[in-house]
């Protein structure tokens, strides 16, 4: 197997991992340059994305013959988040009617897996989120508004995610619907307008 | 000034005076719990778990109408078989898209609690409470849309009655078919005409072979054999 980071070889035997996931893990906690981020991941030639969460375990250590990655700046990563950033929560919030449907309409083992995929893009978003307003320096408690500030919002959004996971413990779906659909719904509303203003905060 | 569980009751007792006894007989559920939803209306939880939406369970109960199952009963002129009443904002939302709602509910005391929150006076002439399967027979043929919530109260008892329901297709179908056909019931002399043709048993016995066929058997069982083809 070749592995390069950025067109820099490394030795094979220096990563760990059975499966693509494991060792992509690998390569961003203990391989590549300080302050980058993997942009691109070229799999025996073409270009790798996950079109399903956790995807890569699927692809084994002997299934590879080339990993390229190709990395960028946090900063370039965050500005790429703060462009593409509304698109990505507005096609989240595209996703709920379906599954709040689901589960109201008694189909739970469909709505479970919408939502389960559903929550992986959540924690993703919100973690990204927390990234961009450190690497940008972006102000968390300004106020944008009528929409309050980043700090207010992420910690709303906290107590929501908790409540659905308490919620769905219960196997209450009919709730989880309601959660789904009257409180994250408006609050991801909220915070994807509010990334252009953290857009016109970066210099 | 009377009460709505007693003007509920008493709009029930018309119709259904066997029911109407049993209803005011019977006792709420228990660990049923009535909040007010965000919306003002009643909402209720049955231990711990919501029945309706605690926000808005009238807006809820629209989104059933316009499901694929509701719209699907609708295309093809069947009735819609509500398993699970809860307080009847699903029933009350049916009621006012099909003629004829068939309301499957095990528990009495349910209709109780329902009747003593909620206005079934104007609806109730739509509705029929059925409390045994076999009375699936008085009826069109039917889909089974179940209310979720009330299924998980009560799993033996929906599978009881989507078994009965399975085992009624074929003959609804069939009879279906039938009466669709022109000179249908020229096939059918030599029938009582006040009774049901039970079609589906007579092609059973007839696969059997049990005695001979009349030309109208013959003519059914073709025309069975073709709509299984058709299939």
Do not use: C
């Amino acid at each position: 197997m070749i592995i390069s980071i950025d067109g820099r070889p490394m030795e094979e035997s220096l990563v760990r991992g059975d499966n693509l996931e494991d060792i992509l893990s690998d390569l961003a906690e203990n391989h590549l340059p300080q302050n980058r981020m993997v942009g691109e991941v070229l799999l025996n030639g073409l270009t790798f994305t996950e079109e399903l969460p956790h995807a890569a375990v699927e692809v084994s250590r002997t299934e590879i013959d080339s990993l390229v990655l190709l990395t960028l700046t946090s900063e370039d990563i965050s500005r790429h988040f703060l462009n593409n950033g509304p698109n990505i929560l507005s096609s989240m919030l595209d996703s709920l009617p379906k599954i709040t449907e689901l589960f109201r309409l008694g189909d739970e083992a469909e709505a479970n897996e919408h939502y389960l995929r559903f929550l992986e893009s959540l924690h993703l978003t919100i973690s990204m989120l927390e990234k961009v307003t450190r690497v940008m320096d972006i102000p968390y408690e300004a106020s944008v508004g009528e929409l309050g500030s980043l700090e207010s919002r992420l910690g709303w959004l906290a107590e929501i995610t908790s409540q659905l996971l308490r919620i769905q413990e219960e196997n209450d779906w009919i709730y989880l619907a309601d959660v789904l659909e009257y409180e994250l719904t408006p609050e991801l509303e909220a915070l994807r307008d509010m990334l252009p203003d953290m857009k016109s905060r970066v210099h | 000034m009377v009460d709505l569980f007693e003007r509920n009751l008493n709009n029930l007792l018309e119709l259904d005076p066997e029911l109407a006894a049993r209803v005011r007989m019977a006792s709420v559920p228990d660990q049923a719990l009535i909040l007010p939803a965000r919306s003002g209306r009643p909402t209720l939880t049955v231990k711990g778990i919501s029945l309706h939406s605690r926000f808005d369970p009238v807006a809820e109960a629209e989104t059933l109408l316009k499901s694929h199952m509701i719209t699907e009963a609708g295309g093809k002129g069947l009735v819609p078989a509500l398993f699970g009443l809860g307080l009847g904002y699903q029933a009350l939302a049916l009621a006012g898209s099909f003629e004829l709602v068939l309301v499957i509910e095990p528990d009495p005391g349910m209709v109780k609690l329902a009747f003593s929150h909620l206005d079934f006076t104007q609806a109730l002439p739509r509705l029929r409470f059925l409390t045994a399967p076999s009375a699936f027979e008085q009826y069109p043929a039917a889909l089974l849309v179940p209310h979720p919530p009330s299924v998980r109260l009560h799993r033996t008892a929906f599978r009881l009655w989507t078994d009965q329901l399975e085992a009624r297709r074929p003959a609804a179908e069939l009879n279906k078919f039938l009466m669709d056909l022109p000179g249908w019931e020229e096939l059918l002399v030599g029938f009582d005409s006040a009774q049901p043709v039970d079609l589906l048993g007579l092609v059973r016995a007839v696969h059997r072979g049990t005695g001979p066929l009349s030309e109208g058997e013959t003519l059914i069982l073709l025309l069975h054999e073709l709509t299984k083809t058709g299939r």
